[in-house]
Structure formats: structure tokens, C-alpha cells
């Protein structure tokens, strides 16, 4: 389907918003597996064993981010607004946002006419003390807060923020008891982690609570390019992960901006599709241009 097409088709589709919400399927269309070599960043994926279907691309929100804002919520509101809506007109429905990046209202705002059924919203919750930043020890008291900042009563993914050691299981286990109730009760509908340490991501790639992994991962590889391991080792550990069910979601797909040649970021995402590394990528753009170039490369893929 053509860009314009599919803008058109959503914003039709948008008029009818009370049909789907009573038949939510129909924004998407019924799942189907792409022909070989064919894929889209707008193609609605199953993440792992979660049931969640959502696009391939999600739009992410935390380019640089750090205490509560990031390189795109600094730009404005409006600046904001217009990147992410025009994803979500080209049919990128899945939201990367974390209490990191202070995204939450910025999202809320820009699809607050949308109806909820529409999207996924994944965030992040950050367990450590930081000057910006004084944690429960748990999850109810942020995930009361992230709903609040997001006006939903139901956030899809929640992820622990930033793994940085291979005992993340033990150390935040109350954080895990607490988001373990909070999907028992509807609350949240998948929990696992982020991982910027290789130790950390091999656990979460069997460990029985995570439903959902952020892994870093393209195909250079090494801290230079914002990788955890080499490039194999990375690979090896996501295709366990995702051969046990899980979800794994890939971030740093362009090296977390090292990789903008045209050819680098061509055989980036070649090396993480054609390997069957993801079940889908988060990209932070900061322009609309950037944006429609991403989708485009995808379907090169």
C-alpha cells in the first residue's frame, strides 16, 4: 500500500473511531505473514508469546534522553506533535516512550483525539535514585503515575529500565513481584527489561518473568556502536530469547546515530531482519523526512 493510500485509509478509518472500538481488528486487517522478501515497517507484528500485535517500526521517543526529556521532546510540543503524528499517519502505532525521557504527556497530547485501541504504549520505569528521580522500590506507585501522565488506565509494556548487571533479577525483584500483580490485574499486559549489558540480556533471554526484551543490537557490533557484545554475540543470545517466546524488540538498529550512511543503515536493518533478530525496531526520528526514509529502506529489506 502507498504512503498516500495508507494515509488516507487511516484517516477514514479514524471517522468511524466507535466502530473500532467495538472491533478494534479492523485498523489493522487480519495478521498475515509478509511474502518472502517482503516486508513493512507498518506491518502489524505478535510480539513473542504476549498476544500484543502492533507495527514492526515503533516510533521512538528517547534520542538522547535523559532526566525526563530527550533530543525530540526538547524540541517543543508542536515539533513534537508533527513528528509523531505523521508516523502515526503513515501507520507507525507503536509508542517507545520511558519516565526517562519525560515523554509521557507529549504522547498523550499528540494522540489524545486517537482512540486508544489504536496504539501500543511501552515504557520504561527507572529503578535507581538520580537527582531527577526517587524510586518506590516497587512499580504500583510509578505505574500510577505513568497511566495518569498518559490518561489510559492500561499501558501494554512496562520494561525496568536499563539493566546494567546480570543479578538485575534478584536486585529488582520487588519491582518485578509488583508488576507481576499489576498484570495479573490488568494494569499492564507484558513486563521484562531493557539491557545494556550483555550478562543481563542472557538472562533476561531465559528467565520465566520477561515477556519483552529492548536489546541493543545492528550489525557492527561493539561498545563503539552502542552494542553490548560483538555482533554475533548479541545475535546468539537474541535468537534464544525469541526461540523461548520472548519478545524482543530492537533498539540502536543505526548505531545509535554512527551508522547514517545510506549502505550502513541499508545492511544494518538487512542484518537484523533477514536473521530473524526482532520481532520489531524502535527509531527515534527527529524529522518526518527521516521518518518516510526509514519506512522506505524497511521495504527494501
Same mark, same amino acid.
Given at each position: 500500500?502507498?504512503?498516500?493510500?495508507r494515509r488516507q485509509f487511516i484517516k477514514s478509518t479514524l471517522?468511524?473511531?466507535?466502530?473500532?472500538?467495538?472491533?478494534p481488528s479492523l485498523i489493522y486487517g487480519a495478521e498475515a505473514a509478509p511474502a518472502a522478501g517482503s516486508i513493512k515497517a507498518t506491518d502489524i507484528v505478535t510480539l513473542g508469546r504476549t498476544g500484543i500485535k502492533t507495527s514492526r517500526l515503533?516510533?521512538?521517543t528517547g534520542f538522547n534522553g535523559y532526566r525526563q526529556s530527550s533530543e525530540l521532546s526538547r524540541m517543543g510540543k508542536p515539533a513534537f506533535e508533527k513528528v509523531v503524528r505523521h508516523a502515526v499517519d503513515e501507520g507507525v502505532v507503536f509508542m517507545d516512550m520511558a519516565d526517562l525521557y519525560g515523554t509521557h504527556s507529549f504522547v498523550r497530547d499528540t494522540i489524545k483525539d486517537l482512540p486508544r485501541e489504536k496504539f501500543t504504549l511501552l515504557?520504561? %520505569?527507572?529503578p535507581r535514585k538520580e537527582d531527577w528521580n526517587t524510586p518506590s522500590g516497587g512499580a504500583k506507585t510509578e505505574l500510577d503515575r505513568f497511566r495518569k501522565e498518559l490518561n489510559v488506565e492500561m499501558i501494554d509494556i512496562c520494561l525496568i529500565h536499563c539493566m546494567m548487571e546480570k543479578d538485575w533479577a534478584d536486585?529488582?525483584?520487588?519491582?518485578?513481584?509488583?508488576?507481576?500483580?499489576?498484570?495479573?490485574?490488568?494494569?499492564?499486559?507484558?513486563?521484562?527489561v531493557s539491557c545494556h549489558h550483555f550478562g543481563a540480556m542472557e538472562v533476561a533471554a531465559s528467565h520465566p518473568w520477561v515477556d519483552v526484551i529492548l536489546a541493543r543490537i545492528n550489525y557492527k557490533g561493539g561498545a563503539e556502536y552502542s552494542m553490548d557484545g560483538t555482533a554475533e554475540q548479541?545475535?546468539?543470545?537474541?535468537k534464544t530469547?525469541?526461540?523461548?517466546?520472548k519478545a524482543v524488540v530492537g533498539m540502536k538498529i543505526f548505531g545509535a546515530g554512527k551508522l547514517v550512511k545510506p549502505e550502513e543503515k541499508d545492511t544494518s536493518?538487512?542484518?537484523?531482519?533477514?536473521?530473524? %533478530?526482532?520481532?520489531?525496531?524502535?527509531?527515534?526520528?527527529?524529522k518526518t523526512t527521516e521518518t518516510d526514509d526509514t519506512i522506505e529502506r524497511i521495504s527494501k529489506v
Open positions: 500500500m502507498r504512503n498516500c493510500s471517522a468511524g473511531a466507535g466502530l473500532m472500538a467495538a472491533a515503533a516510533q521512538g515504557t520504561k %520505569l527507572w536486585k529488582f525483584e520487588r519491582v518485578r513481584d509488583e508488576l507481576s500483580e499489576l498484570k495479573q490485574k490488568g494494569v499492564v499486559r507484558a513486563v521484562g548479541v545475535s546468539g543470545v537474541l530469547a525469541r526461540k523461548n517466546g536493518l538487512k542484518y537484523v531482519f533477514n536473521n530473524n %533478530l526482532v520481532d520489531a525496531i524502535t527509531i527515534g526520528t527527529l
